[in-house]
């Protein structure tokens, strides 16, 4: 760690040398990597350092939006999103993140105005960018049935995107369609079996419908892969809650 650190930061000032182009998108590159990696903190210190060398650079800004945001510091991530777009409005993946972080903040309306720009683009990372997060859009609207069809057109351009998968999950669960809910919840536990949320999900959903032995086993499987985390607690709760039952 502090050799990565050093790399990022304090070598680069060491006895006042101005940093080399390659030097600076060394350290640009790493704090994507720190990002892809789920180092958030770690991520935001060097988009941070990166933009006091390259401060007109949209992606770092936009970088430094995505990390703040997965902290879940939602007005600092607008603001560096804001700046990312400002600096290359044409670029739909910045709409795309202001987007989610205007969603997290409740600004619904300018959400949508962000969706509905960045609909211009034809990449096919973008439209399935976009129909997950409008989907989630819905799903904090109360739209159930509209959240349904986002995540329904997400699948329709990534079979195999959990996120897209369980999130029309969700949205069939809150509409009161549990078997159909089960059977999404289901095919993210084959997508990717170790989900802890999924498996959650599922063993809820099985329970809900009675079939309280198959449930039991995908909320023990939940509680195996996240024994201190807040999926745990939640799939101990319902372990106890129907012990005995068969």
Request: one cysteine or more; aromatic letters at 4%; charged letters at 30%.
């Amino acid at each position: 760690m502090v050799a990565l650190l050093c790399l990022l930061t304090a070598c680069s000032h060491t006895g006042g040398k101005t940093k080399t182009s390659a030097e600076v998108l060394l350290n640009e590159r790493m704090a994507t990597v720190l990002l892809r990696d789920g180092r958030y903190a770690e991520a935001e210190a060097a988009f941070r350092e990166s933009l006091k060398s390259d401060p007109k650079n949209p992606d770092l800004h936009d970088g430094l939006g995505v990390a703040l945001l997965a902290q879940g510091r939602v007005r600092e991530s607008i603001d560096a999103l804001d700046r990312a777009v400002k600096l290359s409005p044409e670029k739909p993946a910045y709409r795309i993140h202001r987007a989610i972080a205007r969603t997290e903040a409740s600004r619904y309306t300018e959400a949508e105005e962000d969706f509905k720009w960045a609909d211009s683009s034809y990449a096919a990372e973008d439209r399935l960018e976009i129909a997950i997060n409008r989907g989630r859009l819905r799903q904090r609207q109360g739209d159930f049935t509209r959240a349904e069809s986002e995540f329904t057109m997400a699948m329709s351009l990534d079979p195999k995107s959990a996120p897209a998968i369980m999130g029309r999950g969700v949205a069939r669960e809150s509409k009161g369609d549990v078997a159909a809910a089960a059977e999404d919840y289901l095919e993210a536990v084959r997508l990717e079996p170790k989900n802890a949320q999924a498996n959650l999900r599922l063993g809820l959903t099985l329970v809900t419908m009675k079939k309280y032995a198959l449930g039991r086993r995908y909320l023990e499987r939940a509680l195996e892969l996240d024994p201190a985390g807040e999926t745990g607690v939640k799939a101990r709760l319902l372990l106890e809650s129907t012990q005995g039952t068969k």
